[in-house]
């Protein structure tokens, strides 16, 4: 596979993957700076010490329309021992090729399927098969042949290959799988192969709607392992609430028929309809009788990140299911923001749940009996005859939970639970009437909800090495580049990498997204559909209000990861990207995507008579004390997903944003739609997925926002912003600036430059702190594009209440949260609000952050190293 370095060398990037595990499948998104790269066939992969190492490199975007070279590339390669790399570029480069490939065959006649062969590993997947694998071969005599006893799992058959069974007052329903459709995705080659399996869930009683559900499954070269995204999509009635004709005022297409938000007599809302009872991924093992089950478990309490594991082993009776269950605290009952407001945030109405013990556990059984009990489970399990074996994995086992895992000797299946009918059914049915997010409503309908798993077929490994298997996707080694490598590309402007020369500044970033992080672990924002996400306001000891991604968290984690090169980072913003994508947005009802391959003309006109989907589809929800209470004109942001789809390979993240970029072509609230917050908002996410896409129809609904946006500018005296969206400076100025950066355009241009002589000049202060802090970044952009240091002056004055100075000791020590709150606030030199509450203030969540502190200070720091200011 390897061979010495021969062709001339090129310019070079330095690369380290963070905990990396020797042989571990590896995707790295890497920018390059305009006019760099002009085609990813002259990239190749050196080791530390020059040895070449196969690659797989795939174009993502480039820096068109003005200039096609290369903006974005994947480069996919498996890891060596050593954890330094080279990634060299440049004309004269000439990459080896790969000598095991990935042969596949994608045959989506009606009766056909997928088969895929990796080497070790045959595998295939039928469109009337039943959901999922339908058979899996692994080449134990490794003859290049798979022979009919060296099948190792299949389907269970009756279509449950994968389900989604609801619970109602009628029991349960259970689902039946029914695969549609297979696609090859981008960045598929013969090291690395990505499948998009489109599918739904039916059901037998007609009052539960279809579910579709996506399956994406990653094959690699020479490997007998696989990783598997499976996406869920909730179509159920949430509650037993008296449904009224018409739209919320906050979400209207019209104006005839509006829902009143006064039915809190209505007890409906908390009363539970449709829940879900059980959602998983299941297979039939053909393995000898009597097999082994190996379960890795953690010692000690689950806090602790560097606890030891320990090993149960058992040995099955050929009868009892061995099952593990990581289940954590309930869902905790909380008041509304609005109700802390009313009552003056008295200490009594702080929205705790003392009934709500933080207890997480972790079981394994076999039948009735109980054989291990700790409090956390490391995701994984491993059946074995003796001979061959079937490992599968889950990622964020505890942090996703309840997850399970089931193997069952009776009828030789082996399931993954992404939701175990064990746990009890997870209901949606509001805590109270009370209206939360500026509603009383409940958006449940719609949510997805991501899992990621490791499937591993070996010919009876040892543990260690079914676990560095399992660690693959379950411990995810994070390759990167250099931080200034980031930085100096320019694909996000002007950002300054992490340094130790500006601590009064750095420190205000680094502190707050390690007190996210802190509180993210300890209080603990784990759960199925929580994780990823982090509340906004703390106040009296405790949190309350999800966030839900304004303004952009999820791109300042990544935008922090590319800054400091810490893995931590990497997953922490991965994870609100997919919580986000999933969670935070409405998904269905969802026509499908018509691709014509039925032969038959009348194909098209059945689909054309199926429903249409939700106007709403693509909108986010709104922050609000549950995840689905409310919904908002203007609350989606995807910079951070198409951020993930660059630095991750997320090919959701592009899906859902492409979906909600669609929504802002219906323009389903009229001149609304085209006004205000929505307005700047729609600027930023569309210039990221026109950016992505390259596609036409992106590029025009673009356009038309930024005129009018320019328009509007001189009826405002030079203001980009109505004054009553102050804090909205981040969504123009990036926005533009990467328009700008992207076309040329003069026009906009020196829009920006006279909207930054304008905040010079008439600061906003609608919001306080929010607005006046946020105009930092458009001053610099007045100095960059004009070079009058007066704009850069006013900047840093107004930046200095940003500065803070050292915690006492390092933030992971804290024994609480409240102890590190304190500290946090003395350090502290933000002004303190008018109101009775400053939202703004170091130690509360990320929302207000964003304005205040993340999209300023990198590109502050930017202009003071480049112009040698102490």
Not at 278 to 291: F, M, R, T
Not at 459 to 469: A, C, L, P, S, W
Not at 664 to 675: A, C, K, Q, V
Not at 817 to 831: C, Q, T
Request: net charge negative; with cysteine; glycine share 8%.
């Amino acid at each position: 596979m390897k061979s010495c370095n021969t062709t001339e060398k090129g310019k070079q990037v330095n690369i380290t993957i963070e905990n990396n595990k020797e042989g571990a499948p590896i995707t790295l998104g890497i920018p390059f700076p305009k006019g760099a790269l002009h085609s990813v066939d002259h990239l190749r992969l050196l080791t530390s010490n020059g040895t070449e190492i196969p690659c797989q490199t795939t174009e993502v975007s480039n820096w068109g329309p003005t200039d096609e070279s290369i903006k974005w590339v994947w480069v996919f390669f498996f890891s060596e021992e050593d954890s330094e790399y080279i990634l060299e570029y440049g004309d004269s480069v000439v990459p080896m090729l790969p000598k095991e490939k990935i042969v596949s065959m994608n045959n989506m006649r009606p009766q056909g399927g997928i088969d895929v062969n990796t080497g070790p590993l045959s595998f295939s997947i039928h469109k009337k098969g039943n959901g999922f694998l339908d058979e899996v071969f692994l080449d134990s005599n490794k003859d290049g042949k798979f022979d009919k006893e060296e099948l190792i799992v299949s389907s269970p058959e009756k279509n449950r290959g994968s389900f989604l069974d609801l619970l109602d007052d009628a029991g349960i329903d259970t689902s039946k799988a029914v695969i549609n459709e297979v696609f090859r995705e981008k960045g598929s080659g013969p090291m690395h192969s990505i499948f998009r399996i489109e599918g739904t869930y039916t059901y037998d009683r007609s009052d539960n709607n279809l579910s579709p559900f996506t399956i994406w499954l990653h094959a690699y070269a020479g490997k007998s392992y696989i990783k598997v995204l499976h996406t869920m999509t909730y179509t159920g009635i949430p509650d037993k609430h008296k449904p009224q004709e018409g739209e919320h005022a906050n979400i209207a297409t019209q104006n005839k028929i509006i829902i009143t938000e006064n039915t809190e007599d209505d007890m409906g809302w908390t009363q539970p309809n449709d829940q879900i009872a059980a959602c998983g991924l299941q297979l039939k093992y053909h393995l000898d009788d009597n097999v082994n089950v190996s379960v890795p478990l953690y010692e000690g309490n689950w806090q602790e990140d560097e606890a030891n594991t320990f090993m149960e082993e058992i040995v099955t009776d050929g009868q009892s299911p061995v099952q593990l269950l990581q289940q954590g605290p309930a869902r905790r009952k909380s008041t509304s923001l609005r109700s802390l407001y009313l009552n003056g945030f008295k200490k009594e109405d702080n929205g705790s749940n003392p009934d709500a013990a933080l207890e997480f556990r972790a079981t394994v059984s076999e039948g009735e009996e109980n054989k291990a009990k700790v409090e956390r489970a490391k995701g994984w399990v491993n059946v074995t005859d003796g001979k061959r074996g079937v490992g599968v994995g889950i990622k964020n086992f505890m942090k996703e939970y309840p997850k399970g895992i089931e193997v069952d000797p009776a009828n030789g299946t082996l399931l993954g639970s992404v939701w175990p009918k064990e746990n009890g059914p997870m209901n949606f049915a509001r805590h109270n009437t009370e209206p939360d997010g500026g509603m009383l409503g409940n958006f449940a309908q719609g949510i997805t909800k991501t899992t990621e798993f490791v499937y591993y077929f070996h010919n009876n490994d040892v543990m260690d090495e079914v676990g560095k298997k399992m660690d693959y996707v379950i411990e995810n080694p994070v390759a990167h580049a250099s931080p200034e490598w980031y930085t100096q590309s320019k694909v996000y402007g002007n950002m300054a990498p992490f340094s130790s020369k500006h601590p009064e500044f750095e420190n205000a970033l680094q502190y707050k997204y390690q007190w996210w992080a802190y509180n993210q672990k300890h209080e603990p924002w784990y759960g199925m559909f929580n994780y990823g996400d982090g509340k906004s306001y703390f106040f009296n000891g405790k949190w309350v209000q999800w966030t839900n991604n304004e303004p952009t968290v999820d791109f300042m984690l990544w935008t922090n990861f590319m800054r400091t090169g810490d893995p931590k980072y990497y997953n922490l913003a991965q994870a609100m990207s997919r919580h986000t994508m999933d969670v935070d947005n409405v998904h269905w009802p969802k026509k499908r995507t018509y691709y014509g391959e039925i032969n038959d003309a009348i194909d098209f006109w059945n689909y054309e008579d199926e429903p249409e989907s939700t106007p709403y589809l693509g909108i986010g929800r709104r922050h609000a004390n549950e995840h689905w209470y409310a919904l908002l004109s203007a609350h989606v942001w995807i910079q951070g997903w198409i951020a993930s789809y660059y630095l991750s390979a997320d090919h959701r993240a592009l899906e859902v944003a492409r979906m909600t970029g669609d929504t802002y072509i219906n323009r389903i609230w009229g001149e609304h739609d085209l006004r205000g917050r929505r307005l700047y908002l729609s600027v930023l996410n569309l210039v990221e997925l026109y950016d992505a896409t390259k596609l036409q129809k992106y590029k025009e609904e673009l356009e038309d926002r930024v005129k009018l946006m320019l328009e509007f500018q001189e009826r405002q005296g030079g203001n980009l912003l109505l004054d009553r969206y102050g804090y909205s400076q981040t969504y123009v100025a990036q926005g533009l600036y990467k328009y700008q950066q992207i076309t040329g355009d003069e026009t906009v241009r020196q829009a920006l430059l006279k909207h930054a002589r304008w905040v010079r000049d008439v600061p906003p202060l609608n919001h306080e702190m929010e607005s006046y802090l946020a105009t930092i970044y458009p001053l610099l952009i007045g100095y960059e594009f004009s070079g009058e240091k007066v704009y850069l002056n006013e900047a840093l004055e107004r930046a200095k209440v940003l500065k803070i100075g050292e915690l006492s000791k390092e933030p992971e020590s804290y024994e609480n949260a409240e102890a590190f709150s304190e500290d946090l606030v003395k350090i502290s030199n933000l002004p303190k609000s008018k109101g009775s509450f400053t939202n703004w203030e170091t130690n509360q969540g990320l929302r207000v952050f964003g304005w205040t502190h993340a999209y300023n200070i990198p590109y502050l720091l930017y202009w003071m190293d480049k112009e040698h200011m102490n």
